[in-house]
C-alpha cells in the first residue's frame, strides 16, 4: 500500500474510531460510567487530534483528506457497533481491536513510506502512541 494509501485509510479509520468513542462516551453506563466516560472523551479528543495530523500530511505530500461520509465508509478499517452491543465489555473489546487496527495499518504504512521523513515521522509517533494505549488498555482488562 503506498503513502497515500495508508493515510487515506488511516483518516477514514481514525475518523470512524473518533464517531465510536464520541458515541461509547454517551452511552456507557455502569458501575465503572465515570471512569469510562472520562476515556472514552480522551480517546476521541485524541482522535481529533489524529484525524488532523493525517489530512494535514495528506495535503503537505500533495494529496487530499478525506472530503466525504462515502469516502470514510468506503476506506474504514474498523467494526462499528450498533446500538444494541453498546455494553461495556463489548465497548472495550471493540475499542481494543480498533486501536489494533489502526496499529496495524500504521506499521504497514511504515513499509511503504521509503524517503518521505515526514510521513516516516507521523506513522512511527502514532505506532508508539498506539503501542503505549494497548498497553495501557490490557492492564486495565487483565
Do not use: C
Not at 513510506?113 to 494505549?133: C, I, N, Q, Y
Request: net charge negative; glycine share 4%; charged share 25%.
Amino acid at each position: 500500500m503506498s503513502a497515500v494509501n495508508t493515510l487515506k485509510t488511516l483518516h477514514a479509520t481514525i475518523k470512524t474510531f473518533t464517531f465510536e468513542m464520541q458515541k461509547y462516551h454517551w452511552m456507557v453506563k455502569g458501575k465503572n460510567f465515570y471512569n469510562l466516560h472520562n476515556a472514552f472523551e480522551e480517546l476521541y479528543d485524541w482522535g481529533f487530534e489524529q484525524e488532523d495530523e493525517v489530512a494535514e500530511r495528506l495535503l503537505i505530500i500533495g494529496s487530499e483528506p478525506l472530503l466525504s461520509v462515502e469516502e470514510v465508509q468506503a476506506l474504514n478499517k474498523i467494526v462499528v457497533l450498533p446500538k444494541v452491543d453498546l455494553a461495556e465489555g463489548k465497548m472495550i473489546a471493540n475499542l481494543k481491536a480498533s486501536l489494533e487496527t489502526i496499529l496495524a495499518i500504521a506499521r504497514q504504512g511504515l513499509e511503504a513510506v521509503g524517503d518521505d521523513v515526514g510521513t516516516d515521522a507521523l506513522l512511527s509517533d502514532l505506532v508508539a502512541d498506539l503501542e503505549k494505549r494497548l498497553w495501557m488498555l490490557n492492564a486495565y482488562s487483565a
